[in-house]
């Protein structure tokens, strides 16, 4: 029997444009956009589920409800027998629950990092992060997750949907997975969303073809640029000081300058673990946009 593992975000579904659709909010009109978005992403998340019991009936699936608190997804809206983790926090946050027993992981809901342009809601763990550079790379929550999954859990990740831009991204440093993409930017908080039903059609082709050869779904086959090997440098640049303030009180960051901090190991699972608890220190300053 197959299994499938889907690390959920939010901000990269289908018709989601605006952080005011990523949280629940106490005034009516928020809190109706973000159940509205959460229908999206149950929706979309359907299809690609969908898409993958035609290929295999047997398949086990379980998804990892990666946004923010990562409690926005109710198992009660997603096809019966699907497995879903919930909550925070958790080791490996967007990425919990992943481990070599699974054939293949996929990102949906995904966006771009940082400062790029057209990128719907891009950002990368925190809006406090400017950039994350690993290795000389700057890098978002694709290429982090993606290493995580392959580096750590030796799974392939063979699939990603999000955005245009993050489609860009995506299959810049990951060439050989398929891309889904549910909309086109048209600047940080607003988008050409693509029908559910154009969406159905690009989920059921691109899971076809991804699984129509098991023997293509090796580590070798979606190896990423060998530049992200041991050993790790990574480097943080924040938003402002206050940000790196907080960051800084994990020792194992080095404060390089007002704005940037660096950390270093020989592990992969080192370098992610540290991130993550960086990033979560940042919830001592204040909440987050995304």
């Given at each position: ?31 109706e956009l973000y ?21 295999d009936e047997t ?106 831009a993050f489609c ?123």
């Amino acid at each position: 029997m197959a299994r499938y593992y889907i690390s959920a975000d939010l901000e990269g579904i289908v018709g989601v444009v605006n952080p005011r659709q990523c949280y629940p909010a106490p005034g009516r009109e928020d809190g109706e956009l973000y159940q509205r978005a959460l229908l999206l992403a149950h929706q979309e998340l359907t299809l690609l589920i969908g898409a993958l019991l035609d290929c295999d009936e047997t398949a086990e699936v379980v998804i990892n409800d990666a946004h923010s608190g990562m409690l926005n997804l109710d198992i009660n809206q997603l096809p019966e027998g699907i497995r879903l983790l919930s909550g925070k926090p958790k080791v490996a946050a967007m990425m919990a629950g992943l481990d070599n027993g699974f054939d293949a992981a996929m990102l949906i809901g995904y966006h771009a990092k940082p400062g790029t342009r057209y990128g719907v809601l891009n950002h990368a763990f925190h809006h406090g992060i400017a950039n994350i550079d690993l290795n000389g790379v700057s890098v978002g929550e694709a290429a982090m997750n993606t290493l995580w999954a392959q580096q750590v859990c030796q799974v392939p990740v063979v699939l990603g949907a999000g955005d245009a831009a993050f489609c860009a991204e995506f299959s810049a440093f990951s060439p050989a997975a398929a891309t889904v993409e549910t909309k086109v930017g048209l600047s940080t908080t607003s988008a050409r969303s693509h029908s559910l039903e154009a969406l159905a059609a690009a989920y059921h082709g691109a899971v076809t073809v991804t699984f129509s050869d098991w023997s293509a779904l090796t580590l070798e086959h979606y190896q990423l640029d060998p530049i992200f090997k041991p050993p790790y440098a990574m480097t943080l640049t924040m938003t402002n000081t206050l940000y790196a303030d907080a960051v800084a009180l994990n020792p194992l960051f080095d404060r390089v300058d007002g704005l940037s901090l660096t950390a270093g190991a020989d592990s992969f699972e080192q370098v992610y673990r540290t991130l993550q608890s960086g990033y979560m220190l940042l919830g001592s300053t204040d909440q987050p946009h995304y």
